[in-house]
C-alpha cells in the first residue's frame, strides 16, 4: 500500500539555520510528492511539489528533490526565518487513485 | 482562479447536538472532494471523500456523515456530536489523478 513516514518533531532552530525534513515514501505505483505548509490556525498550503523521479521542487527558498532510488522527498532550505515557524506535511498522490496519503506533519520553531 | 470556502470559521456545540458544515468550491468542475479532521497538535484524519453527486466514500466508521448535493458542496453531518468531535476541520479539493489537493481555512469545532 501507499504510506509517506516523516521525520518527529519538534525541530527548534536559530534563525538563519540549515533546515532539514526528511520525508520517505512507500507506493505501489509512481507517484506524485507534495510538501504543504500549515501555520497555526489555517489550512493547508501547498508549498512545492514533484511529479516525477529527480525532479526537484522548490518555492520560498524550499527545494525537495524527487529520489526514487532512496524513496525519499526530502525538505530542505538554507537559511531559516522566523516565519517559516509552521508545521509542514509530506504528502503523496498516485494517477490511480483518489486518495492523499499524508506524513503526521513536523513542527518547526524558528527562534530569533 | 479557483477559490474553497468553509464556514463557519468556528463553532462550539454542546454534547448531543447536531453539526453541520459546508464547504464550496468555486472555478472548477467536477472537483474531488475530501473532508479531513485534525485533532490539536495530531496529522490529518481522511473522513470522507467524493468524486461526484451522491457518490461519497467512508474511510472512519463514526457518528460523522457527509453529502454531496450539487457538484461543489460537499457537507459534513452529525446528529449527535460526541466530546470526541472535537477538532479542526479541513475541506479540500482536487482534480482526479495525482494531482495537488487544494485547502479551505477550516472549522475549529470544540464539543463541550
Known amino acids: 500500500g501507499n504510506s509517506v513516514t516523516q521525520m518527529e518533531g519538534p525541530v527548534t532552530l536559530s534563525e538563519e539555520a540549515f533546515l532539514t525534513i526528511n520525508c520517505t515514501y512507500t507506493?505501489?505505483?509512481?507517484?506524485?510528492l507534495f510538501w504543504y505548509v500549515q501555520y497555526p490556525g489555517e489550512g493547508l498550503q501547498l508549498l512545492l511539489k514533484a511529479t516525477k523521479a529527480d525532479d526537484k521542487g522548490s518555492n520560498k527558498g524550499f527545494e525537495a528533490t524527487y529520489r526514487k532510488e532512496t524513496t525519499s522527498f526530502h525538505l530542505e532550505k538554507g537559511s531559516v526565518q522566523v516565519s517559516d515557524s509552521a508545521v509542514y506535511f509530506c504528502a503523496l498522490s498516485e494517477f490511480t487513485g483518489n486518495q492523499f496519503y499524508f506524513g503526521t506533519g513536523t513542527s518547526l520553531t524558528v527562534i530569533p | 482562479s479557483q477559490t474553497i470556502h468553509q464556514w463557519p470559521a468556528t463553532l462550539v456545540q454542546p454534547v448531543g447536538s447536531p453539526l453541520s458544515l459546508e464547504c464550496t468550491v468555486e472555478g472548477t468542475s467536477n472537483p474531488n472532494l475530501y473532508w479531513y479532521r485534525q485533532a490539536a497538535g495530531r496529522g490529518l484524519q481522511l473522513l470522507f471523500y467524493?468524486?461526484?453527486?451522491?457518490?461519497i466514500s467512508s474511510e472512519v466508521p463514526q457518528n460523522l456523515s457527509a453529502s454531496r448535493p450539487q457538484d461543489r458542496q460537499f457537507i459534513l453531518s452529525s446528529k449527535k456530536l460526541l466530546l470526541s468531535d472535537s477538532g479542526f476541520y479541513l475541506c479540500a479539493w482536487s482534480v482526479a489523478g495525482p494531482y495537488e489537493q487544494y485547502f479551505g481555512p477550516g472549522t475549529r469545532l470544540t464539543v463541550t
Open positions: 507506493a505501489t505505483g509512481y507517484p506524485s
Open positions: 467524493s468524486v461526484g453527486i451522491g457518490q
